[in-house]
Antibody
Framework: EVHLLESGGGLVQPGGSLRLSCEAS????????MRWVRQAPGKGLEWISG????????SYADSVKGRFTVSRDNSKNTLYLQMNSLRVEDTALYYC??????????????WGQGKLVTVSS | DIVMTQSPDSLAVSLGERATINCKSS????????????LAWYQQKPGQPPKLLIY???TRESGVPDRFSGSGSGTDFTLTISSLQAEDVAVYFC?????????FGQGTKLEIK
């Protein structure tokens, strides 16, 4: 059974850093495209980053480009999101998701439960 | 960037009645090389992550009840719930995965009348 477990969220001051982890089980992380999507309190869904299964190409939303970095450790079957220079507007519930395959353009069919990141002084 | 716009923002339907949610993309999400629309629908209930209902605009995800159906092509899409059940109360999002940055509609809140 596919399972995604996020960790690493919490409260951080503006300008600070956090690293989110997404530990995968039930499948081999390296063979799937993975994505990060966030949801600000009471708001909709925002795609922020992805890493393709077939070639490890990474992509970012303009809102996080240059500040966030997605990566994965295949030996630990874990996806990461390094978040630097955090802003108040980055406050959100962060979900990691597994796409249906290795294609960069496949849809996410499994999600973690999400991890809350709060940026506040 | 492709902007996804859903209508209505909220919807109240009686149990057993049909619910229809529309989604319009600012550019086509149809890829002629494989004849597919890169459009998905998600359902989200409070305190839960999104759940995939429909992908390729009209393909139902495994385990999703057949009262859920998706239609449309190009820039105009529809999610239909043929006979609303109490457990269908949720927010529904359309999502394009045709091009980067990927994007979601603003969501449609579905309630029981």
């Amino acid at each position: 059974e596919v399972h995604l477990l996020e960790s690493g969220g919490g409260l951080v001051q503006p300008g600070g850093s956090l690293r989110l982890s997404c530990e995968a089980s039930g499948f081999t992380l390296s063979t799937y495209t993975m994505r990060w999507v966030r949801q600000a309190p009471g708001k909709g869904l925002e795609w922020i980053s992805g890493i393709c299964g077939k070639d490890d190409t990474t992509s970012y939303a303009d809102s996080v480009k240059g500040r966030f970095t997605v990566s994965r450790d295949n030996s630990k079957n874990t996806l990461y999101l390094q978040m630097n220079s955090l802003r108040v507007e980055d406050t959100a519930l962060y979900y990691c998701g597994r796409a249906q395959g290795a294609s960069c353009y496949s849809v996410v069919d499994h999600w973690g439960q999400g991890k809350l990141v709060t940026v506040s002084s | 960037d492709i902007v996804m716009t859903q209508s209505p923002d909220s919807l109240a339907v009686s149990l057993g009645e049909r619910a229809t949610i529309n989604c319009k993309s600012s550019q086509t999400v149809f890829f002629s090389s494989n004849n597919k629309n890169y459009l998905a629908w998600y359902q989200q209930k409070p305190g839960q992550p999104p759940k995939l209902l429909i992908y390729w605009a009209s393909t139902r995800e495994s385990g999703v009840p057949d009262r859920f159906s998706g239609s449309g092509s190009g820039t105009d899409f529809t999610l239909t719930i043929s006979s609303l059940q109490a457990e269908d109360v949720a927010v529904y999002f359309c999502h394009q995965y045709y091009s980067l940055p990927q994007s979601f509609g603003q969501g449609t809140k579905l309630e029981i009348k």
